[in-house]
């Protein structure tokens, strides 16, 4: 376990959450909570997070293990897990007692589900008044669409980001990032809920949706379309209005990113791929000409970084400290990347059921309070009995009754 020299788990270690989500939304603001050390208990109902069969129901195969879902496990490790029957009213006393007794309470299901269960903000404020109580959506908690249903792709489509990227052929493309950037901006909302707690001495309600958190994702470039009210055309990169702002293919099948949008790179680079006569040729010497003759200047440094591989134009490149370039890589070759493996962006853990494994990281480095992976996500209850028994008084002739009425597994 990676702890400073006090014992800390993280910033946040001491903070209880009870995360009451499922799929990726929910969970993947918790896993952040939880990496940066609040205990987070997972409570599933008695079938189970729909998580742990994705493979099945998206027909991927994500199995690893003895039962152990690449999907599931990716985005709750690190939590506990209880499994309750909460149309039970011995459930939901369950889930209110532990309300109590906890910091935050996450919750991405359907707008009015909460409420109809006795689990919307203000039945958790009856039994905890300065609860953080943290809402995942589709469309935002206010409007018209606010109780409608969403998943990923459909998040994305309302947003407009089915035309963030891909050629300009008509088509829409899926972005994939809906889920993961609702989570991320959630479990931010949560902790500026925790600092004005700590400084205003209230709980209060937080909401993220996926519309929102895509708008949010896509600033930059959303903001300048809202301001001149254009919209940004889609380009081919054999037809990119900024050459230095592309990739390129070498002659192993490999790429290379330049992220150079001013002119004083033109001559360092020209000079870096041995064609100096570039510089001043009248056709690329300027932004505004390499623009206006871009479909003759793409074919052309094609041809060239046709000439070595990737790992010679690397070599050439490098010799140009102020070049912005990076090489083109695939998922896989991050688990090797030195610059992931020393900021510990990718973790590695020793999975009791999978063995050694590697795990993306929340990827925030604290200099006294480091982040560390430390369990593996919970099987389906876990620590059901465990947490009724330490944490909430129950007793063992409880825990029999519980089950015997089907309030527990």
Same mark, same amino acid.
């Given at each position: 376990m990676n702890t400073d020299s006090n014992g800390y788990k993280g910033p946040l270690d001491g903070l209880k959450v009870i995360d009451w989500t499922m799929w990726q939304f929910g969970p993947i603001s918790t896993v952040m909570l939880a990496d940066m050390g609040a205990e987070v208990i997972k409570v599933e109902s008695l079938d189970g997070d729909h998580g742990r069969q994705f493979g099945q129901i998206m027909g991927i195969n994500t199995e690893l293990a003895d039962g152990v879902n690449a999907y599931f496990e990716s985005m709750n490790r690190q939590k506990l897990g209880i499994a309750l029957d909460l149309k039970n009213p011995r459930g939901l006393k369950i889930l209110h007692k532990l309300v109590a007794e906890s910091d935050i309470f996450v919750e991405n299901f359907r707008k009015g589900v909460a409420e109809r269960l006795g689990l919307g903000y203000e039945d958790l404020l009856k039994h905890n008044e300065k609860i953080i109580y943290a809402?995942?959506?589709?469309?935002?908690?206010?409007?018209?669409?606010?109780?409608?249903p969403a998943l990923e792709l459909a998040a994305e489509a309302r947003a407009g980001a089915l035309w963030w990227t891909g050629p300009d052929d008509g088509m829409p493309y899926p972005a994939g990032m809906a889920d993961q950037i609702g989570g991320i901006m959630l479990s931010?909302?949560?902790?500026?809920?925790?600092?004005?707690?700590?400084?205003?001495?209230?709980?209060?309600?937080v909401d993220a949706s996926h519309l929102?958190?895509?708008?949010?994702?896509?600033?930059?470039?959303?903001?300048?379309?809202?301001?001149?009210?254009?919209?940004?055309?889609?380009?081919?990169?054999?037809?990119?209005?900024?050459?230095?702002? =592309?990739?390129?293919?070498c002659k192993d099948g490999e790429w290379l990113?330049? +992220?150079?949008?001013?002119?004083?790179?033109?001559?360092?680079?020209?000079?870096?791929?041995?064609?100096?006569?570039c510089i001043e040729d009248p056709r690329f010497s300027t932004t505004e000409v390499r623009a206006d003759n871009r479909e003759e200047l793409i074919p052309l440094l094609d041809d060239v970084f046709a000439t070595k591989n990737r790992e010679e134009w690397e070599a050439e490149l490098a010799k140009y400290k102020d070049l912005i370039w990076e090489r083109v890589?695939? +998922?896989?070759?991050?688990?090797?990347?030195?610059?992931?493996?020393? =900021? =510990?962006?990718?973790?590695?853990f020793d999975h009791p059921v999978v063995g050694p494994t590697k795990?993306?990281?929340?990827?925030?480095?604290?200099?006294?309070?480091?982040?560390s992976t430390r369990k593996m996500a919970p099987t389906h209850g876990e620590n059901t009995e465990e947490i009724l028994l330490e944490r909430l008084g129950y007793t063992w002739d409880d825990i029999v009754s519980l089950k015997d009425d089907g309030v527990i597994l």
């Open positions: 809402s995942a959506s589709g469309y935002g908690p206010k409007g018209p669409d606010s109780a409608k931010y909302g949560v902790i500026g809920a925790i600092v004005a707690r700590e400084r205003f001495g209230f709980g209060q309600r929102g958190s895509m708008i949010w994702a896509h600033g930059m470039p959303e903001g300048i379309k809202f301001l001149t009210g254009k919209e940004f055309p889609r380009t081919d990169r054999t037809i990119v209005a900024q050459p230095l702002w =592309n990739y390129y293919q990113a330049f +992220s150079m949008s001013q002119n004083r790179y033109w001559s360092q680079f020209c000079n870096a791929l041995g064609i100096p006569e890589q695939r +998922s896989l070759d991050l688990l090797d990347d030195p610059q992931v493996v020393e =900021n =510990n962006y990718v973790v590695e795990w993306p990281q929340t990827p925030l480095t604290y200099s006294k309070t480091p982040l």
